[in-house]
């Protein structure tokens, strides 16, 4: 391993992620490039923090390159999401692949990846779903572990970094990139778990581990006031925890009130015929959103409704968010058509010279480049008028198109 590609967040970036990447270079990678939700985040919201934060909290923890994974991908099932970062760091010519897992065994994730990939998958899949199994997930899960008995493919998938683990290994599969894949174990916190459930991560001078919704979660406070980022110092990075204050400073951590109303205000604007056009719905959901987006008065309320055994919520999220940023099936291309380049050390920016797909610092430019780009960066474009809307000091929009790299050491 010389040039290792992680796929991110980073909202908040963490102690946990400081150690991934520190855990990179300790087992060879020279230089480590970042796949970084732009605009949008997979949970179906828009990020916490603002990619200007994330990235230079990202270079300061030992990222040498910063990326922006596009929003429509960023916002997107594991499937996609996944697909979207590899397609990215391949292109930017990664030789291995690193992510965190519950289970971390290169082996078996890939052997789960190749079984979601096999004919005989396939048909077991579609005989489980033509029998009525009670979800998706399940059907999955049970077909997984017809064709590849005794190997705890079940269980595996209904672990979330594992699923997106495996994930990550069939899309390096599918896209043929000859990437390696390193999976690590993840630190202290499990996907989720609130701050009563953090492990102890040792002695004193040791660093303490939470998962970043926790974090989020010790940000925002309660309903009536932010706490904003003090609460985080014991499990962030020192060198991060004046970009977060200053961030909140200047208020622009998202606000969920304004995203609520805003997310409402734009779909209770849309028809039935309009809802129809989203990528992602199928089955009458362009009716159940209809219906919903009126009656609710908040978007957890409206979350609420759409939810249920055969909706999951993060789908539901997902599906309102893509509705308001306008994200039609069709109108995008399979994979993000360029690499823009938020932030790098000095020293990695020659890496440009090699890369695939075009790559620049400057998203105005790389839409002009062909018609897939000018509709990836439109997307973006419209994510960031949301996110800068939703702010608790809001900003004017076109941010995506006007933010400078992030260049360190800073000349």
């Given at each position: 391993m010389r040039y290792a590609g992680i796929i991110a967040e980073y909202d908040p970036f963490h102690n946990g992620h400081a150690w991934q990447l520190a855990q990179a270079r300790r087992l060879g990678a020279q230089t480590v490039a970042v796949?970084?939700?732009?605009?949008?985040?997979?949970?179906?919201?828009?990020?916490?923090?603002?990619e200007s934060v994330r990235v230079r909290a990202a270079l300061q923890g030992g990222a040498d390159l910063v990326l922006a994974l596009p929003a429509p991908w960023a916002c997107?099932?594991?499937?996609?999401f996944a697909r979207g970062g590899v397609a990215l760091l391949a292109a930017a010519g990664c030789d291995t692949l690193v992510f965190g897992a519950e289970t971390p065994d290169a082996e078996l994730l890939m052997l789960a990846a190749r079984t979601l990939l096999s004919a005989e998958y396939t048909a077991a899949l579609r005989a489980r779903l033509a029998g009525g199994a009670r979800s998706?997930?399940?059907?999955?899960?049970?077909?997984?572990?017809?064709?590849?008995?005794?190997?705890?493919?079940?269980?595996?998938l209904a672990r979330p970094n594992d699923n997106l683990a495996v994930e990550y290994c069939k899309a390096v599969l599918q896209q043929?990139?000859?990437?390696?894949?390193?999976?690590?174990?993840?630190?202290?916190?499990?996907?989720?778990?609130?701050l009563?459930?953090?492990?102890?991560?040792?002695?004193?001078?040791?660093?303490?581990?939470?998962?970043?919704?926790a974090l989020r979660a010790l940000w925002l406070g309660d309903a009536a006031a932010p706490a904003g980022p003090q609460p985080l110092a014991p499990y962030v990075p020192a060198a991060a925890l004046p970009l977060y204050r200053a961030a909140f400073a200047a208020g622009q951590d998202t606000s969920p009130a304004a995203l609520s109303m805003a997310l409402l205000a734009r779909l209770r604007g849309m028809?039935?015929?309009?809802?129809?056009?989203?990528?992602?719905?199928?089955?009458?959901?362009?009716?159940?959103?209809?219906?919903?987006?009126?009656?609710?008065?908040s978007?957890?309320?409206?979350?609420?409704?759409?939810?249920?055994?055969?909706?999951?919520?993060?789908?539901?999220?997902?599906?309102?968010?893509?509705?308001?940023?306008?994200?039609?099936?069709?109108?995008l291309p399979e994979l993000p058509p360029y690499l823009h380049v938020l932030g790098a050390q000095r020293a990695a920016l020659p890496l440009r010279a090699q890369c695939t797909l075009p790559a620049g610092t400057s998203l105005a430019k790389l839409a002009q480049q062909n018609a897939a780009c000018a509709a990836a960066a439109r997307a973006q474009a419209a994510a960031d008028a949301l996110g800068t809307l939703c702010r608790r000091q809001s900003a004017a929009a076109g941010e995506c198109f006007t933010q400078p790299a992030a260049l360190l050491p800073e000349e």
């Open positions: 796949a970084l939700s732009c605009g949008a985040v997979q949970r179906g919201s828009l990020p916490l923090l603002p997107a099932g594991a499937e996609q998706f997930a399940a059907a999955r899960a049970a077909a997984a572990e017809q064709v590849c008995p005794g190997r705890g493919l079940a269980a595996l043929r990139t000859g990437m390696a894949v390193l999976p690590l174990p993840r630190q202290g916190a499990q996907h989720g778990a609130p009563g459930q953090q492990p102890s991560a040792g002695g004193p001078a040791a660093p303490r581990y939470a998962s970043a919704s028809d039935e015929a309009q809802l129809a056009r989203v990528r992602g719905v199928s089955e009458g959901l362009e009716h159940l959103l209809y219906q919903n987006a009126r009656r609710a008065v978007a957890p309320a409206l979350y609420d409704a759409l939810t249920g055994v055969r909706y999951p919520r993060a789908r539901m999220r997902r599906l309102c968010l893509d509705a308001a940023l306008d994200y039609t099936a069709g109108s």
